[in-house]
């Protein structure tokens, strides 16, 4: 009869329906016990912490030793947990973002200082570049901190040689002005069949994949996520065995 739905149909919607419900009941999982877990794990680098202070008494060399591996695997554990609860938010449109002028200089000064010792760590040099005049976007400072931590942090974990580079860049795009945070390295890079893949959840890329370093792949997910809730434009440029590029696009006027 005309009107009717076929059956290929009616089966196509009612497992549309049942993915959304699915992936409703993962979200809300996902946020709920990212909540759980925080607390006790805040609870444990607190308490490795007093004790590293040797607030209740002295430590010897070898327990020192293993309050600093429980202390930096809980914060590891912790980081992963985070990134679930934000890809959790975003995913269920829970996310709330503040928007604001913001002296992104600032947030790019700031994020250097905060990744110094990373980078120091790796003995790498991480370089800022910005223009002689201040730069002030509208959007949020939030969710700009997070992009702008994680590409450089990225960028120092997997680069062997060389510096990594923290550029600002004003531009005029359409009568438009624009404003550029590009962040490049001489690292590993990215094989051409693994960009397609960059920025999907759960996404390990390369060398990383085979236990190199640690993390869950949500890394560049997210960060897009948050460009994109703001209005911007986050993008990777690389050469396999060369070095990568990031660079995250923004209008000056941001998105309320």
């Known amino acids: 009869m005309e009107g009717n739905m076929s059956p290929d149909l009616c089966s196509c919607s009612q497992k549309n329906r049942e993915l959304e419900v699915a992936n409703r009941a993962k979200d809300q ?25 040797r607030l209740p008494g002295e430590l010897s060399t070898e327990q020192e030793k293993q309050l600093n591996l429980v202390r930096q ?24 973002l503040s928007v604001e002028p913001v002296h992104f200089e600032q947030v790019l000064r700031e994020v250097a200082t905060s990744l110094s010792p ?4 790796k003995g790498r040099d991480l370089k800022v570049i910005v223009p002689l005049t201040d730069v002030i976007v509208t959007t949020s400072q939030r969710a700009l901190w997070q992009i702008v931590t994680n590409l450089p942090a990225n960028a120092i ?8 580079r923290l550029e600002l860049r ?11 945070v590009v962040v490049s390295d001489a690292g590993i890079g990215i094989r051409s069949e693994d960009q397609v893949r960059l920025f999907q959840d759960f996404s390990r890329i390369g060398d990383c994949a085979a ?25 990777c440029h ?14 000056k006027s941001g998105r309320s």
Do not use: C, W
Not at 118 to 121: E, G, I, M, N, Y
Not at 216 to 227: D, E, H, N, Y
């Open 238 to 251: 690389s050469e396999y065995r060369v070095g990568s590029t990031f660079t995250l696009t923004l209008p």
């Open 73 to 96: 695997s809980a914060r590891h554990l912790l980081s992963l947990i985070n990134d679930l609860l934000n890809l959790a938010k975003i995913e269920s449109g829970m996310t709330e």
């Open 29 to 53: 999982f996902l946020a709920s016990m990212s909540h759980e877990l925080r607390t006790p794990l805040n609870a444990i680098i607190g308490f490795t912490g007093t004790l590293l202070m």
């Open 211 to 235: 236990g190199r370093e640690e993390g869950v792949g949500l890394g560049l997910s997210i960060s897009r996520k948050l460009a994109t809730l703001i209005g911007g434009d986050l993008s």
């Open 170 to 180: 004003n531009f005029v795009s359409d009568g438009e002005p624009k404003t550029q």
């Open 157 to 164: 974990k997997f680069t062997t040689t060389g510096e990594v």
């Open 118 to 121: 990373l980078a120091s760590a």
